[in-house]
């Protein structure tokens, strides 16, 4: 099988192609995008149809999904596969969606949910997944180094500076009122995700009105306001929210303690005393260290995951870390709280919790281990490969 692989740089691509060529599949790379982000629409259909006439591919696979993609695909009548790794993603309500040679993979089950009746038959649920043998290689290459060791860690973004809810000008009182009260009962609340359910067409109306670069994407006539303003803006300035101040609770409890918080990341955490902002981590050669040697490793999954199980944890359990995470409505389906990660269902409880495993190191370790186990036998980025190119493949022949 021989496979085109278009790239933009998501930190999971490595580890895919990995796995692609494992499973005897031919991979040839088209990466123009990892290093021209502004790439226009004109330019990738010219680089993929070139691409695809040099070659005979039996498929095109992205991380996500990219419309004008799928449109050359769909001219060369080849299977084109995306499999989510984001959410939201704007692009899947696109005109382009209803190409018969769409196979679309979603890892949060509400995403597939809402996405898979726009073209039944071509979306599925596939969740996210790690690859504990390259994990482990790095892990065991740096054995005798302590760099990265931390009582609690935390990897990624506090989405504070990119949060585009923030550009909103001069909305009426009683708005910014409601929009405050809404976000701040969303942020205390894990396993549903109700914003969208109280938005009024008033008051979606006037954050149109107060936004004034509204993203309205072009050729998209599944995607509503109602989408666009409770999960882009409105859920990204709640994981804002969550994560600054579940942070200033840590740090200001975990330091009277005698503890370190430490987060790898590039937002400006200023505000937050007592906080060890160590900047961004190399994802192939860091991350995987900071993971196995934090006795607490942090998840606090974005809102506008609904439901899924975001890469953060799949990563922390593939390194043979210990993860706390909060509650997400499909945690059950593969991980024993308590057996495999842990789970916080507050503020004060993930406080607690931390407060505990950093007292009980060695339970710690005994999660992290059964956790690093089950990922091995059932989570690889082998297992979920062979699933969707089974799926693709046996409906193609069929």
Not at 206 to 226: E, F
């Amino acid at each position: 099988m021989k496979l085109l692989f278009y790239r933009y740089g998501s930190i999971c691509e490595p580890y895919l192609l990995s796995a692609f060529r494992e499973l005897g599949v031919g991979v040839t790379e088209l990466s123009d995008e990892v290093y021209h982000k502004d790439r226009k629409p004109s330019e990738v259909v010219q680089s993929v149809s070139q691409t695809l006439l040099n070659g005979n591919y039996d498929l095109v696979f992205s991380v996500n999904f990219f419309p004008t993609v799928s449109d050359v695909c769909n001219i060369f009548h080849i299977p084109y596969a995306g499999w989510t790794v984001d959410s939201p993603v704007m692009e899947l309500y696109s005109r382009s969606i209803d190409h018969d040679c769409n196979y679309l993979f979603l890892f949060d089950r509400s995403q597939y949910e809402e996405i898979a009746p726009l073209h039944p038959g071509h979306v599925f649920y596939l969740p996210l997944a790690t690859d504990p043998a390259y994990m482990q290689s790095v892990i065991q290459k740096n054995t005798r180094s302590s760099r990265f060791a931390a009582d609690v860690s935390f990897v990624g973004s506090l989405y504070t500076e990119k949060c585009a809810y923030d550009t909103m000008t001069n909305p009426p009182a009683y708005i910014s009122g409601f929009l405050n009260g809404i976000m701040n009962a969303q942020s205390k609340i894990y396993g549903y995700y109700f914003i969208e359910e109280l938005l009024t067409d008033e008051i979606i109306d006037a954050v149109k009105a107060h936004l004034p670069n509204y993203c309205s994407p072009p050729n998209a006539p599944y995607l509503t306001d109602r989408t666009v303003v409770s999960q882009l803006y409105i859920g990204n300035k709640i994981s804002a929210l969550e994560r600054v101040s579940l942070m200033k609770l840590l740090a200001s409890a975990l330091t009277d303690a005698g503890y370190s918080l430490d987060i790898y990341t590039a937002s400006d955490t200023s505000s937050i005393s007592g906080i060890h902002n160590r900047g961004l981590a190399k994802t192939l050669t860091e991350m995987p260290l900071i993971f196995a040697r934090s006795t607490v490793n942090l998840n606090m999954t974005s809102k506008p995951i609904r439901s899924g199980i975001p890469l953060r944890i799949w990563d922390i359990l593939g390194c043979g870390g210990f993860a706390i995470t909060n509650y997400q409505p499909e945690l059950p389906e593969y991980f024993v709280p308590g057996e495999t990660l842990e789970v916080y269902e507050s503020a004060e409880d993930l406080r607690d919790k931390c407060f505990y495993y950093l007292e009980h190191p060695a339970r710690a370790r005994e999660i992290a281990e059964n956790g690093l186990q089950l990922v091995r036998e059932k989570h690889t980025y082998i297992h979920r490969l062979e699933t969707l190119l089974q799926t693709i493949f046996e409906r193609n022949h069929t």
